[in-house]
């Protein structure tokens, strides 16, 4: 049958309109799986994980991203099919995951708005450096049970025996008696009171020549050296302290959403 103008005109239009639709659907789809269309938001939403762990979303990633969610949509069709998605453990599963998600994103938000400002981590250097100012002392110790066991370790120290080995052999402190007593630089704070008195009373070289009495046992100490304590730059550590901040504020949040709550 011969078209007249009007009626080519008519099925242009159809066509191109036709055209147009379809075009419009695929542009807002990142594929069509069975006949159902994969929307493009599904690549974007894992596009913007990629971004928030730092990692860098290349050419090629954007093509594997696209391919893992056309996987995703033939398994979730086959696990349709087979009616996965009608059990009590998918139901459950899924309501978990809601919850995670829900989750992240309310803390997410939380941080978004409560940001650590530069004046409170700098406040919190300040506290750090005027804690740890001062002095620091280099010492090794011996810790033993009883008193007589300490008086014993004292003379064999004054008869030339070796700090380090008898150390190694006797002291019950887990931490430093494999390195020979060694307690590394810190500052007297970091030790209890009757400790730090009985250290930082001693010489270079030094050992107590009596036992001192603490919560842990008896102690025989020895002063190595001491030194201006070694305080980091600011930008050093700002990092750390930022995120240690963080999380302080995000403790106090989840505390008193926790506090505020009616559970019966």
Known sequence: MKLNPLQKTLRSAIVLTAVSFSLGAFAQNIA??????VPKSRAEALTQQLIRSGRPVTPEVEDQIKEEVI??????QEAQKVGLDGSSDFKDQMELARQTIMIRE????FQKKNPVTDDEIKAEYDKFVAANAGKEYHARHILVEKEDQAKA??????KGAKFEDIAKKQSKDPGSGSKGGDLDWAAPSNF???FSDAMVALKKGQFTDQPVK???GYH???LDDVREAQIPKFEEVKPQIAQQL??????NYQQDLRTKAKVE
């Open 106 to 109: 309310l803390f997410m938000q």
């Open 71 to 76: 996987a995703r949509e033939i398994f979730m």
């Open 32 to 37: 069509i799986v069975n006949g159902k269309a």
């Open 153 to 158: 370790v004292i003379a064999s120290l004054k």
């Open 192 to 194: 209890v009171k009757e």
């Open 214 to 216: 603490t919560q842990f």
């Open 220 to 222: 025989i100490i020895r």
């Open 246 to 251: 963080q999380q302080l504020k995000m403790n």
